[in-house]
């Protein structure tokens, strides 16, 4: 290679050319004209395709298919905050439901039941992208991270009129750039998985092995 050609790739690496493209450009690139029933389809469409669960139900039903999920998978106990909307619902019903379990101490003082006693975490969600199949979810006292994470299977509930088409539409409806960028938003497009160097499959390896998720 020429001393000519090593300083022109150089000089475009140090200051590289970008497309003039305008906020109101980029934005509608990341825009897609689906109605309310597209975006559940290609929600549901994508969710399945990574083995997540999506259950269809309404604010009246939810917690009977939270009870058959419970049920269907043999748990003997349930996550959940009694302190969220969601939650206190839930924990009003409980003999419907396994036993139910509540994050109200330190994590050092129950890590051990946590990670190895605690079959399923229950949580809500802050909303969903239509085009990746993700559920945006926002950890707080209430329902901090762990709950996300650690437990083998993972219950969300998304209402519909939360799901978006992208997430520049997520961000842009919820304000997050006016109100402030939060500061731990987690992005969940499915189950946990990992592959090793032979790109064998795994499940739960870094979080929940499955997601449930119930829309309403």
């Known amino acids: 290679m020429s001393n000519t050609a090593r300083a022109n790739i150089l000089a475009r690496l140090r200051e590289p ?103 399923a975490a229950f949580t809500g969600t802050y909303g969903g992208i239509a085009e990746t199949g993700t559920l945006i979810v926002m950890p707080s006292a209430d329902e901090p991270r762990l709950m996300s994470l650690v437990p083998p299977v993972h219950i969300a509930v998304l209402e519909v009129d939360k799901l978006y088409t992208t997430f520049a539409e997520a961000v842009q409806a919820q304000g997050w750039v006016q109100a402030g960028m939060p500061t731990n938003a987690l992005l969940i497009s499915g189950p946990s998985k990992s592959a090793d160097i032979e790109q064998t499959l795994a499940y739960g390896v870094h979080g929940p092995k499955e997601l449930v998720v119930i829309l309403i």
């Open 17 to 119: 050319q970008r497309p003039d493209c305008g906020f109101n450009e980029r934005d509608y690139l990341s825009r897609y004209d689906w109605d309310t029933a597209e975006r559940v389809r290609r929600f549901t469409e994508r969710m399945v395709a990574v083995r997540a669960e999506v259950h269809h139900a309404t604010p009246e039903t939810w917690l009977d298919v939270v009870s058959q999920v419970c049920a269907a998978k043999g748990l003997s106990n349930l996550l959940v905050s009694p302190e969220t909307m969601l939650g206190k619902q839930l924990h009003a019903q409980a003999d419907r439901f396994p036993a139910l379990k509540t994050y109200d101490q330190p994590i050092e003082s129950w890590k051990q039941e946590l990670f190895y006693g605690v079959d």
